[in-house]
């Protein structure tokens, strides 16, 4: 039995077409194939072609497999995940992914394939993969919290939401206090991208119910309730991997003339005063929005660094602060800014991935929700965890004000009120920024499927 849990594996390794999900994906991949097993990373041309340019080292037992993009009517030729997109137009990606089920089915078939790790878009897999006796895993990219809010598999499948309204308060199968649920314009939001014939609701639930077991992006010392809550509602294991931090690349952006600059610029910046905002690569607001927010940030009267998507910022706001704010456009090397001594907060859209970074260096949260997938949920529930503040928005349509904007950015940065806070992300970097605990998470993982115990289903909850 020994020799038997230490066997090579050969993992398949499948996300949703999402730079959010394609990251941890590939983060997971390179620790088990450093582990020893053969991981055969599946994605579309394009975004294949993006991962082997942005990561030329990867470990010789990952390797990238393209499955040729599905063509379907009102999708660009050339769009092969959310941030070539518009959110409008994100269902008909959906339904090309869906049409990857063949060629997917074919490559574990002929591949000898042990486990299949797959996202929540591809309610179809499980049950392909069962049929083939390949182990399938879920893994949810989104924390325990999310997970929590949107119920068991069988609400889902049902469809329990049957009006946006039933999003915007607590489900009664929480049984934990909490605050953590949706908006009504974040709803409609993310209503825009979802499939017609097949809703995220529908994925969720089929994925989790058809699969063998479920891993999550987060961990004990974070979200011990929720976690414990999973495993009660989908009645199968629930296991968490661990935040899948990132190191910071001491070496990201050397080469690049704009990361030379900014970094001189916050060299010459005290200690924690700076702000960093960055609201994704899918978060587009309105003109009026954006005004607000940048008269809001201007107001603020500190210091910031702001990544915009385009230059279609306010006309002349980088003249009245000149000095005091940074106008990055296009992609920044976001964990090496964030590492930078200067910085003391960030201004985010709440994602996942965004917070693990910003948590794992110790810096408060102002918490300004994208609208979109699980954003609303975890504005309210990092607010409740004393992270950060929120940036108060009218709960039918999102709208605001600069004045609070300046408000909540100064009452998360340097206001008394905001100690607590400040303290409370302090603390967290032990536990967001403590690789070894993090890596405990995996490995225990990775001895999961090396024994098999889940495909057996001898694995306990």
Same mark, same amino acid.
């Given at each position: ?17 999402? @730079? ?15 582990? +020893? ?53 994100? $269902? ?17 078939? &002929?591949? @000898?394939?042990?486990?299949? !790790?797959?996202?929540?878009?591809? @309610? ?7 049929? =083939? ?17 949107? +119920? ?11 009006? $946006? ?32 014939? #097949? ?32 495993? &009660? ?7 968490? !991997? ?24 916050? &060299? ?27 008269? +809001? !940030? ?15 910022? $306010? ?22 800014? =964030? ?9 985010? @859209? ?15 949260? #102002?918490?300004?929700?994208? +609208?979109?997938? &699980? ?72 001895? !999961?499927?090396?024994?098999? #115990? ?8």
């Amino acid at each position: 039995m020994g020799s038997e849990a230490k066997r090579s594996l050969h993992i398949a390794m499948f996300p949703w077409l999402a @730079h959010g999900h394609i990251t941890p994906f590939l983060r997971l991949s390179k620790f088990l194939s450093l582990r +020893g097993h053969a991981v055969s990373f599946l994605s579309t041309p394009s975004n294949v072609a993006r991962l082997a340019l942005a990561h030329p080292d990867l470990p010789p037992s990952l390797r990238l497999v393209f499955l040729p993009m599905p063509r379907v009517p009102n999708l660009p030729s050339s769009a092969e995940s959310t941030s070539d997109l518009d959110i409008d137009s994100v $269902p008909y990606l959906k339904k090309a992914y869906d049409l990857l089920e063949p060629a997917l089915t074919r490559f574990l078939s &002929d591949g @000898h394939v042990d486990w299949v !790790i797959h996202d929540f878009a591809s @309610h179809w897999l499980p049950g392909a993969a069962a049929r =083939l006796g390949v182990g399938s895993v879920f893994f949810s990219t989104f924390n325990a919290t999310s997970l929590a809010f949107l +119920g068991p598999p069988s609400e889902l499948i049902v469809g329990w939401c049957q009006k $946006p309204e039933d999003l915007t308060s607590v489900p009664a199968w929480i049984p934990y206090k909490s605050t953590a649920c949706f908006r009504l314009y974040e709803v409609l939001m993310h209503q825009r991208c979802m499939d017609e014939e #097949v809703s995220d609701f529908s994925r969720f639930g089929h994925t989790i119910d058809s699969c063998d077991f479920v891993i999550v992006r987060s961990c004990c010392e974070f979200e011990s309730e929720p976690l414990s809550l999973l495993r &009660d509602l989908y009645q199968k294991p629930v296991i968490p !991997i661990g935040l899948l931090t990132p190191a910071v690349r001491q070496d990201e952006g050397d080469d690049d003339e704009k990361w030379k600059a900014l970094k001189s610029w916050l &060299d010459t910046k005290r200690e924690k005063s700076v702000l960093y905002i960055a609201l994704g690569t899918e978060v587009i607001l309105s003109d009026e929005l954006t005004n607000e927010l940048a008269a +809001g !940030i201007e107001k603020s009267g500190l210091p910031f660094v702001w990544v915009v998507r385009s230059r279609l910022i $306010p006309a002349g706001l980088e003249e009245r602060v000149s000095g005091r704010g940074f106008i990055w456009a296009g992609w920044a090397p976001q964990t090496r800014v =964030l590492a930078h001594e200067a910085i003391g907060g960030f201004l985010t @859209h709440c994602g996942w991935n965004s917070t693990i970074e910003a948590l794992s260096r110790g810096l408060p949260l #102002v918490l300004f929700s994208g +609208g979109s997938s &699980d954003q609303g949920v975890m504005a309210r529930f990092l607010h409740e965890k004393q992270v950060g503040f929120e940036v108060p928005r009218g709960e039918v349509d999102g709208s605001f004000t600069g004045d609070v904007v300046a408000e909540t950015i100064q009452r998360v940065m340097v206001e008394p009120e905001g100690e607590p806070v400040r303290a409370t992300a302090r603390a967290m970097k032990e536990v967001f920024g403590g690789m070894e605990l993090q890596n405990k998470y995996m490995e225990e993982f990775a001895m !999961i499927l090396e024994k098999g #115990v889940a495909k057996e289903q001898k694995l306990v909850s």
